[in-house]
């Protein structure tokens, strides 16, 4: 079960940005982090960004400079910042909230997931 929708997804040039968006609305399990995952063909679902409550984000080494994750309180959404992006980026992106058991990324357990949406980055 989809917890969440992003959109933002689509198919760009290498060097080229995206905006990831993931709503929050209705959800009602409160959570102590919110974050990115990406799969890409043929491998495992990873944590790219995490930011918790606190605003204290984490990055995966290979996004670390050219992602940024926020969350806007007012409209309740999540958001990944994408710029310098390349081939290696071409993924299924996913939104995840914190809770139990679940995924370990930045020190949160991540089980709440999104459907996810595609990135595609022409080379």
């Known amino acids: 079960q989809a917890h969440f929708v992003e959109s933002g997804g689509g198919s760009v040039q290498s060097g080229g940005s995206l905006r990831l968006s993931c709503s929050l609305s209705g959800y009602t399990e409160s959570w102590s982090c919110v974050g990115w995952f990406r799969q890409a063909p043929g491998n495992e679902r990873v944590g790219i960004a995490s930011?918790?409550?606190?605003?204290?984000?984490t990055y995966t080494d290979s996004v670390r400079g050219r992602f940024t994750i926020s969350f806007d309180d007012a409209k309740n959404t999540l958001y990944l910042q994408m710029n310098n992006l390349t081939f290696e980026d071409t993924a299924v992106y996913y939104c995840a909230a914190s809770g139990f058991p679940g995924v370990v990324f930045g020190g949160c357990n991540f089980k709440n997931w999104g459907q996810g949406t595609q990135v595609t980055v022409n080379p």
């Open positions: 930011i918790t409550a606190s605003r204290r984000t």
